[in-house]
């Protein structure tokens, strides 16, 4: 689960970070009193979205010359135009595609004197099973542009999670930044508290692009993205009110209610599949016969038909979807059930589409058995390899 920038400052600063003074603006209504609850004279006013690149990105509503998502403001007056073009508008960035994000919140922000600009993230690193500092000087880039055009300017320090973060990994994350001074000594509360949020909130990702050095010499917090595992998300209900499903798919929304593991894609042919390596595997080979997956979907392993038959509604909710083709490996999950909850979802919602059914494994013969005394229009596959034919034969040819 991600939260917007401004969420993740209010957590933070609630572990202690060092953040600049904020306020939301979620209406136009909201902006005099933002304008008042801050110094001044410089404003930052930026975009609330659930994707990077903002300050990069482009308004689809105004001409191509017109600033980013991110823009800077030197007077009341100026903030409340900034707020008048981006409230509401479509932002695209690299990371939105081209359908962009509307933006339904902003945040206002107090200015701050940049003398450098570093990156740091959090993650577990899978390689060593750590939780993972990754920091490097060259902030406010692309940390995937750093990674491959100048890997050395990258670092990386693994928590021992028994120790925590010790003096010794402070040491090594401020050399690695070239910190001194002020920014040293600040290092030394802020490093650990960082690795607190993470570990305590449960967090897969918290990156400060940038953290800055500002002339004083202080660090300061300037940009925070932080995503939550969702498997976690039960222990902290105060994280889960922090949700926004504007930002998310309606149909991954609806996924979710019924623990399917469902991500919407750009193709045509919806699946339905049991088992993430099985669903990587069939959007792979969809792809090899020269079409789009229109999803990932993994029902799991001990799918109820009630389940299943949300799986299928969900797919065929997409409108991008011209084709479906399920493909059930059955161990734990039976080849029956699956068959009477497609069966159960193509009597509900209808079926306007080819069907491609690929059943193997438990009670499959009794699976294959509902599917033909059923009365539907489906086309019966003999294996993985056959069934993607099929299936990328039939869109074409509909």
Known sequence: MNIHEYQAKQLLKGYGAPVA?????????????????????????KSQIHAGGRGKGKFKELPADSKGGVRL????????SHVAEMLGNTLVTKQTGEAGKQVN???????????RELYLSILVDRSSSLVSFVVSTEGGMDIEAVAEETPEKIATVGIDPLEGITDA?????????????????????????????????????????PLIVMKNGHLRVLDA???????????????????????????????????????????????????????MATMDIIKLYGAEPANFLDVGGGA?????????????????????????????MRCDVIAEGVVAAV???????????????????LGKKIINESGLNVIAADDLDDAAQKIVKAVKEA
């Open 73 to 80: 403001a030197f007077s009341p007056e100026e903030v409340k």
């Open 169 to 209: 990994d402070v040491a090594k994350l401020s050399a690695a930044l070239k910190l001194d001074g002020a920014a040293a000594e600040d290092a030394k509360s802020l490093f650990p508290i960082l690795y607190k949020a993470f570990v305590e909130k449960d967090m897969s990702l918290l990156e400060v692009n």
């Open 105 to 115: 919140r902003l945040y206002l922000e107090d200015g701050a004197d940049i003398e």
């Open 304 to 332: 109820s038909k009630e389940k299943v038959t949300a799986a299928f509604k969900i797919i065929t909710s997409d409108p991008n979807v011209k084709g479906i083709l399920v493909n059930i490996f059955g161990g734990i």
């Open 347 to 365: 009597k509900e919602v209808g079926l306007k589409v080819p069907l491609v059914v690929r059943l193997e494994g438990t009670n499959v013969e």
């Open 225 to 279: 993205k932080v995503s939550f595992d969702g498997n976690a998300l039960f222990r902290h209900p105060d994280v889960v009110e922090l949700r926004d499903e504007t930002e998310e798919d309606a149909k991954e929304i609806e996924a979710s209610k019924y623990d399917l593991a469902y991500v919407a894609l750009d193709g045509d042919i919806g699946c339905m599949v049991n088992g993430a390596g099985l669903a």
């Open 21 to 45: 003074q904020g306020v939301p603006i979620l209406s136009a209504d909201d902006v005099d009193a933002a304008i008042a609850a801050l110094p001044g004279p410089l404003y930052v006013v």
